[in-house]
């Protein structure tokens, strides 16, 4: 396989096409973005954690039946995955109050949740990815009803996964975001998991090992990103 043209550059990846139409070549770059773009700056090395520690976690998931579009970790950088016609949906699954939901609900910042709860974003970067519900979706054809089924399904699924799995590395896994694409008509779980997109909290000493360091500029991003990856390493590579 051939890493053929770009087809698309995003705020922390790169997304080329191959020689193989069913799959495309990610390029994680060392930019950091938050605030819908606002903040913005590079963070050595964060490529390199990001895309070993979303194969870790893909491969983790794979394992264990979830339908995902990870294909081969290549190396530092770069990784192969199918081509997924993305929904325009983010899914984000919560444990505990903490970030936009904190404020929501008038709950403090760790309150632990009775369930998790599951919210929606229209993944629109113009509009700074409102919030919808199942109705929005379905009016505008966002994704279907038997495609959400599918969506929230796997949500649940990987949260009860990734919970167990952080859980023996001492972190609280407090929300994540997630996105799904369409591969020849089936359901897959798409983009990346990793310190970007998730809160992971140190279970003893509550320290933020994820993009709230960015977001609120408590310095030590690399070390927090280097740490998850150390602790999935040593629980994930015997
Ligand atoms: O900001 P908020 O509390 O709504 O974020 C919930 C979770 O979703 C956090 O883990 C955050 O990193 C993630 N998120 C994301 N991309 C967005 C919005 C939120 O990865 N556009």
Redesign the pocket.
């Known amino acids: 396989i051939e890493k053929l043209e770009q087809l698309y550059e995003g705020k922390a990846k790169k997304v080329y096409k191959t020689t193989d139409p069913d799959i495309v070549w990610i390029e994680y770059k060392d930019s950091a973005t938050a605030f819908?773009g606002l903040k913005k700056e590079e963070i050595p090395n964060k490529g390199i954690l990001n895309n070993r520690i979303t194969a870790l976690f893909f491969q983790y998931l794979e394992e264990r039946a979830i339908p995902t579009h990870f294909v081969e970790l290549l190396n530092d950088r770069e990784m192969l995955v199918k081509a997924l016609e993305i929904l325009p949906v983010?899914v984000?699954?919560?444990n505990r109050a903490?970030?936009?939901?904190?404020k929501r609900i008038g709950q403090e910042e760790g309150t632990l949740l009775p369930k998790p709860i599951l919210?929606f974003?229209y993944?629109d970067d113009g509009l700074g990815?409102p919030m919808i519900n199942e109705y929005h979706i379905d009016a505008m054809g966002w994704a279907t009803k038997e495609q959400m089924i599918q969506v929230k399904e796997i949500a649940l699924q990987v949260n009860s996964l990734l919970i167990d799995l952080m859980e023996q590395v001492n972190i609280d896994l407090?929300?994540?975001?997630l996105e799904f694409g369409l591969h020849k008509g089936q359901v897959l779980l798409g983009d990346e998991i990793s310190p970007?997109?998730?809160?992971f909290w140190d279970q003893e000493t509550k320290e933020r090992l994820?993009?709230?360091r960015f977001r609120h500029d408590l310095g030590g991003i690399e070390e927090a990103y280097q740490e998850i990856l150390r602790r999935l390493e040593s629980k994930l590579l015997t």
């Open positions: 819908n983010e984000v699954v919560r903490a970030g936009s939901l904190g919210e974003y993944k990815d407090v929300d994540f975001k970007d997109n998730c809160r994820d993009k709230d």
